[in-house]
């Protein structure tokens, strides 16, 4: 979902949110979400997982550490829902990133 390159040494705290739990609620009985950061290389390609944490629609959020330097991939690598609601709502997650030096 995001494509992050780190240019100073160090270490980098990575938070993304959900930024419509209130109208995935309407939608959804659960949502989970597990969301992973891979270090990769200068094309964003994939190479190694870093970590790893669910978000889910109690949380709302997830943070992620990560060294400086380097180039890096969030995915979405796993997740489970049930939905309950289709008709006139939103299904699809919305996120918000912000990346900090921690």
Not at 30 to 36: A, C, F, K, W
Not at 70 to 78: L, P, Q, R
């Amino acid at each position: 979902i995001y494509n992050i390159t780190t240019v100073d040494t160090g270490r980098y705290m990575i938070t993304i949110f959900l930024t419509n739990v209130d109208e995935l609620v309407k939608a959804y009985s659960y949502l989970n979400l597990e969301i992973t950061a891979y270090k990769s290389d200068s094309n964003f390609n994939p190479q190694t997982e870093v970590e790893s944490e669910w978000i889910t629609l109690s949380n709302g959020r997830v943070v992620l550490y990560v060294e400086g330097s380097n180039y890096y991939v969030i995915k979405i690598t796993d997740g489970v829902f049930y939905c309950i609601e289709t008709d006139g709502v939103n299904l699809n997650p919305s996120f918000y990133i912000m990346v900090d030096q921690a």
